[in-house]
């Protein structure tokens, strides 16, 4: 038997994304576990959720905002515009960051409802949800760009039939 690790084929060779739910991932402080350098994450496709979910109030001030956009500059990395239903929440102050993150890379923005909403006390409005998303896309091609083609390029959704 040999004590020897076992060679994994790294999630950046296999077509994977990491899902990642918030700032507090450790690549964004530069403590990555185990003795793996921060850049070899980076080398991973990574759907980050809840916006970043940045530390309010310094939302695009804070440092993971520019961890999070070199990422999105080096198409590594997607944004999902998601529910900022969170009991510290301040939706202008999260909406600043969509904003800032739909301005920045329109072409590594993902959206999502949150359904089934596990942590909220209450159910979000769904509609209410949607209209986030119109203010935060500026427009028609932006919003078809965020809820069609960017899913379709991130999970290579399979054609059927005839479009």
Same mark, same amino acid.
């Given at each position: 038997?040999?004590?020897?690790?076992?060679?994994?084929?790294?999630?950046?060779?296999?077509?994977?994304?990491?899902?990642?739910?918030?700032?507090?991932?450790?690549?964004?402080?530069?403590?990555?576990?185990?003795?793996?350098?921060?850049?070899?994450?980076?080398?991973?496709?990574?759907?980050?959720?809840?916006?970043?979910?940045?530390?309010?109030?310094?939302?695009?001030?804070?440092?993971a905002f520019d961890v999070i956009r070199r990422l999105l500059d080096m198409?590594?990395?997607?944004?999902?515009?998601?529910?900022?239903?969170? !009991? /510290?929440?301040?939706?202008?102050?999260?909406?600043? #960051?969509?904003? =800032?993150?739909? %301005?920045?890379?329109?072409? @590594?923005? *993902?959206?999502?409802?949150?359904?089934?909403?596990?942590?909220?006390?209450?159910? !979000? /409005?769904?509609?209410?949800?949607?209209?986030?998303? #119109?203010?935060? =896309?500026?427009? %028609?091609?932006?919003?078809? @760009?965020? *809820?069609?083609?960017?899913?379709?390029?991130?999970?290579?959704?399979?054609?059927?039939?005839?479009?």
């Amino acid at each position: 038997m040999s004590n020897s690790p076992k060679r994994v084929t790294p999630a950046y060779a296999c077509d994977c994304h990491i899902h990642v739910f918030d700032s507090r991932f450790p690549v964004y402080s530069g403590k990555v576990p185990g003795n793996h350098p921060a850049s070899e994450y980076r080398l991973v496709q990574q759907r980050i959720d809840h916006i970043g979910r940045l530390p309010q109030p310094e939302g695009a001030r804070h440092a993971a905002f520019d961890v999070i956009r070199r990422l999105l500059d080096m198409g590594r990395a997607w944004v999902k515009l998601t529910s900022v239903v969170y !009991p /510290d929440s301040d939706v202008e102050s999260h909406s600043k #960051v969509a904003r =800032a993150f739909v %301005e920045a890379a329109p072409e @590594r923005m *993902l959206w999502g409802s949150d359904w089934p909403h596990g942590i909220e006390k209450e159910m !979000p /409005d769904d509609v209410e949800l949607i209209d986030r998303l #119109v203010q935060w =896309a500026p427009d %028609e091609t932006t919003w078809h @760009r965020i *809820l069609v083609e960017n899913p379709d390029i991130l999970y290579a959704f399979p054609r059927t039939g005839s479009a």
